[in-house]
């Protein structure tokens, strides 16, 4: 009996010392237009639009467009989703979009199990949460999505060579190769003619003019990453390298775009950092809160018959 009290103590003390933010809904349904990575190579954006789904009541859609950063989309897979919904609620349109634990909550929560064995990882579910509960006037405003921080510029490392381990960029920054290569009269500007190979991806380079090839990249994986870079064009010799990505934030170069005054983007204070992420700590703060909710429409799922 005494540990029986100490245990539920215990408890409570930890649900008062848990930070818990109710969500503001909007006072109108935002009229959006949905572009995501669907269709391109990470399955966790089918987690995304099915979390998307689920909330789709809050919302007035004006249309869904797969524009992953890596590959051409893919109409296929949200039409899969549609159609895995539909499945669900076809009679109940009415009863909004349901949540729960989601192993068996019907259709959704079966096909759900499909992407990562059903371990929500959900990587780009913030920006759907900002809407669900952010201020657009007020993104420095902890929500749902995060919070945020202004900013002047978007890194971009330009190199005018092959690139070896010891050239570093920042993670989710922009790497540009500007190559010189045989000068070609027949080829358009702005034609895709060369093939970076970097992580199992091929990413189009483009002719500039005056022998100047082009080629961009950019992604969230740290370490170091080979590369090479190709062409059918007579005279482009097969190049290969390295570039080392750095778990680094706010690095400064000149040759970095200059964006407009209403930028924003994650915190990168030291304090704001979880599990090695900048501006994760907001996420941190509001999980539970999002899971809980999530969770109770995965229940009204559960509660249908099937």
């Given amino acids: 009996m005494q540990t029986t009290v100490k245990l539920m103590a215990a408890l409570l003390l930890l649900l ?13 349904k935002y009229r ?13 954006d089918n987690q995304s639009l099915a ?47 349901f949540e729960t634990f989601i192993k068996d909550a019907g259709n959704l929560g079966r096909d759900f199990a499909a992407y990562y064995k059903g371990n929500p990882k959900l990587g780009d579910t913030p920006s759907l949460l900002y809407m669900m509960d952010g201020n657009p006037s007020k993104p420095e405003e902890l929500s749902w ?31 540009e190769w500007q190559l010189k290569g045989p000068k070609r009269d027949d080829i358009a500007i702005d034609s895709a003619c060369i093939t970076l190979d970097i992580r199992n991806q091929k990413w189009n380079g483009y002719y500039k003019g005056n022998g100047l090839y082009v ?24 190049i290969t390298g390295q570039i080392t990505v750095e778990n680094t934030w706010n690095r400064q170069n000149e040759t970095d775009y200059q ?11 030291p304090e704001d950092y979880w599990h090695n ?17 999530w969770a109770q429409r995965w229940s009204w799922l559960k509660a249908l018959s099937f």
Avoid at 16 to 28: C, S, V, Y
Avoid at 63 to 88: C, N, Q, R, T, W
Avoid at 281 to 293: A, G, L, N, P, S
Wanted: glycine share 8%; proline share 4%.
């Fill in 16 to 28: 008062m010392t848990t930070p818990t933010m109710a969500r503001q809904k909007p006072a109108e």
């Fill in 32 to 44: 959006v237009l949905i572009s995501t990575d669907i269709g391109g190579t990470d399955p966790d």
């Fill in 51 to 97: 979390h998307l789904m689920m909330y789709s009541d809050e919302f007035q859609l004006e249309g869904l467009v797969s524009s992953p950063s890596f590959g051409s989309g893919s109409a296929k897979e949200i039409l899969h989703m549609i159609d895995v919904y539909e499945k669900d609620y076809q009679d109940k349109y009415n009863m909004g979009y």
């Fill in 145 to 175: 999505g995060g919070k945020f921080v202004k900013c002047s510029r978007t890194p971009r490392t330009v190199f005018h060579r092959a690139t070896t381990a010891q050239d570093t960029v920042q993670i989710c920054g922009i790497i």
């Fill in 215 to 238: 080629l961009r990249h950019s992604t969230y994986y740290t370490g170091t990453l080979n590369y090479t870079i190709t062409s059918t064009i007579k005279g482009f010799d097969p």
């Fill in 259 to 269: 964006v407009g005054s209403q930028w924003w983007t994650d915190s990168y204070a």
């Fill in 277 to 293: 992420c900048a501006g994760a700590r907001h996420q941190f703060v509001t999980r539970e809160e999002i899971m809980e909710d």
